[in-house]
């Protein structure tokens, strides 16, 4: 999968239809839903992806946004401290998204945008995924957590110009620490920077096509 479709199946993600946007290019379609968080799983062709939606900006999915707002680090089943927002926001869905993958074969790979992007970046750990492509994808854990991250998945960042918020969050309080201490939080995986400007998945849509067109030069992925 390369990254041009992963972000297309990561845009997915948002919309209401998108069993019939998914069935258009070509994917199977099973929703898995949380309280607040979404995902879906599809296959085609001996591949099967797994899109994490990011933050809602409509409806009762709006409330999604409340697990950006959790920064504490926290323990959680692999290396580091995590993002407790996100680690929490995740398991909504995790249990869900294992059931479907039981019987998958081939390739899988897991995308998402913005905290879509953090989830699937966690949930390839639990779930051995193979391969992540993470779009403007914010901070998901300390130094610890970064160092530590499997080194058999594959996991490439992708940034547009001038997205403030990948770049967030900048650190957070270790949870039940004594005394009181804030640690900073890392990055992970290879960033691939884009020529368009937005937080948005079509402005990061539009990035990856302007680089495969040449106007910047497109990174292998």
Sequence with gaps: MN???AAICAKIAYEPYGAARAARFGYSYRAVRGRDHFAWIGRKEG???VA???TALFGRELRSYRSNLSTDLIPWTGAGLVHEGYYQGLWQVLAGVR???RTAGGEIVFT???MGAALATLAAVLLEAERVHAFASPRRGNREFAEGYSRDI???????RCDVLARLPIS??????????????CHIGRTVRLPA????ISAYIEGIQMRRRGEYQFQPV
């Design 154 to 160: 594959r996991v490439t960042r992708y940034v547009n």
């Design 3 to 5: 990254a041009l479709e």
């Design 99 to 101: 059931r479907e993958l």
């Design 52 to 54: 994490f939606r990011g």
């Design 197 to 200: 400007i937005g937080h948005s």
């Design 112 to 114: 998402g945008h913005s």
């Design 172 to 185: 957070g309080d270790v949870q039940g620490s004594e005394p009181p201490r804030r640690e900073r939080y």
């Design 47 to 49: 591949i099967t992806v």
